[in-house]
Each structure stands twice: as structure tokens, then as C-alpha cells.
């Protein structure tokens, strides 16, 4: 689920936990300070309290858990991944060598995360100082193509300098 997606299902707004009035503590309960700056006091029971606090410690660890995720696997170096068309652009330029074998793990574990199993296409390049495909087109997320992609990602290797402008002109032709 995307983020927004997310957000409008458990902002604190649309679990009408968002509130604009400032809350501060008072001898019987607390002072609503409105906008124009008229103070009215307000008060809760214990159990009112109880259930806010409740509610609150339960958002706490939705949103906790929400976070853990999105910083775990491949959302965390990728994100997360919504499009329905992906091309991968892997620089292979000899700048890379160091990062390259951590990267390409990473490739694999976005392939099998955000990209196998969902209703999409997908393609990889890879350049320095030329461009390769892995296929002419944009091709379904099945297991089969998951398996030789990242066969074909296995296989690369770096050197050369990058030409950028030539990947991107190419992922932009994508079917």
C-alpha cells in the first residue's frame, strides 16, 4: 500500500485523533484555546482519558510499524515501489565497483519483494560506457523472468564510465 494510500487510512486526522485546539492542563481538567484566543474549559472523565491515551498508544504503534517496514528489505534503498511500468537502470561504470556486489543483492531482493507477484512489467538496464538490455521491452513480473533477470544481473560486472543520457533515452522507449 503506498504511502498516501497509508496516510489516508490512518492519518490522525481520519482517525479523528488530529485535533487543532491547543490542550493544556487546568484545576478541573484542561482550557480549549480557540483560534481567536477565547479560552474555554473542557473536561474529560478518567475513563474518557483512558480511552484517548488508548488510542493514541495504538497510532504510536501503527505508525512504528509502518516505519519499520518501510525501512526494511529493498524499500529501503528503493523505496517503495507503486508503478505498474519499471525499468531498472543499474550504473556499471568502474565507479561502482566497490558498492556493486551489495547492490546487486539488493537488486535481487527488490525483484523478489516489490516487483514478483504484482500485476506489472518491468525491464533492466544496465550502462557505463554503453547501454545493455536485458530484454528489447518491458516484460510481466512472472517467476521466469524474475529467475533470468536476475541471472542477467548476476552476470554483470563494472567498468568504464557512465553515459547516463543514453540509459535514460532508452528507458524512456520502453514498451
Same mark, same amino acid.
Given at each position: 500500500? @503506498?504511502? /498516501?494510500? #497509508?496516510?489516508?487510512?490512518? =492519518?490522525?486526522? &481520519?482517525?479523528?485523533?488530529?485535533?487543532?485546539?491547543? !490542550?493544556?492542563?487546568?484545576?478541573?481538567?484542561?482550557?480549549?484555546?480557540? /483560534?481567536?484566543?477565547?479560552?474555554?474549559?473542557?473536561?474529560?472523565?478518567?475513563?474518557?482519558?483512558?480511552?484517548?491515551?488508548?488510542?493514541?498508544? =495504538?497510532?504510536?504503534?501503527?505508525?512504528?510499524?509502518?516505519?519499520?517496514?518501510?525501512? @526494511?528489505?529493498?524499500?529501503?534503498?528503493?523505496?517503495?515501489?507503486?508503478?505498474?511500468?519499471?525499468?531498472?537502470?543499474?550504473?556499471?561504470?568502474?565507479?561502482?565497483?566497490?558498492?556493486?556486489?551489495?547492490?546487486?543483492?539488493? %537488486?535481487? /531482493?527488490?525483484?523478489?519483494?516489490?516487483?514478483?507477484?504484482?500485476?506489472?512489467?518491468?525491464?533492466?538496464?544496465?550502462?557505463?560506457?554503453?547501454? =545493455?538490455?536485458?530484454?528489447?521491452? %518491458?516484460?510481466? &513480473?512472472?517467476?521466469?523472468?524474475?529467475?533470468? /533477470?536476475?541471472? #542477467?544481473?548476476? &552476470?554483470?560486472?563494472?567498468?568504464? =564510465?557512465?553515459?547516463? !543520457?543514453?540509459?535514460?533515452?532508452?528507458? !524512456?522507449?520502453?514498451?
Amino acid at each position: 500500500i @503506498s504511502s /498516501a494510500d #497509508w496516510l489516508s487510512k490512518y =492519518s490522525l486526522q &481520519s482517525l479523528d485523533l488530529y485535533n487543532k485546539k491547543m !490542550l493544556t492542563p487546568c484545576s478541573n481538567g484542561f482550557k480549549h484555546v480557540t /483560534a481567536d484566543g477565547q479560552v474555554i474549559e473542557l473536561s474529560l472523565s478518567h475513563q474518557q482519558l483512558n480511552k484517548r491515551m488508548q488510542q493514541i498508544k =495504538s497510532v504510536r504503534q501503527r505508525y512504528t510499524a509502518r516505519l519499520q517496514w518501510l525501512l @526494511s528489505d529493498s524499500r529501503l534503498v528503493f523505496g517503495c515501489i507503486q508503478e505498474k511500468k519499471i525499468v531498472i537502470m543499474i550504473d556499471v561504470s568502474s565507479s561502482m565497483s566497490v558498492h556493486f556486489p551489495e547492490l546487486k543483492e539488493q %537488486l535481487m /531482493a527488490l525483484i523478489d519483494e516489490q516487483i514478483l507477484g504484482k500485476k506489472c512489467s518491468f525491464n533492466v538496464l544496465a550502462y557505463s560506457t554503453k547501454v =545493455s538490455q536485458w530484454k528489447s521491452n %518491458l516484460v510481466p &513480473s512472472t517467476e521466469d523472468n524474475r529467475t533470468e /533477470a536476475q541471472e #542477467w544481473i548476476g &552476470s554483470l560486472s563494472t567498468g568504464g =564510465s557512465s553515459c547516463l !543520457l543514453e540509459a535514460i533515452n532508452i528507458s !524512456l522507449r520502453q514498451k
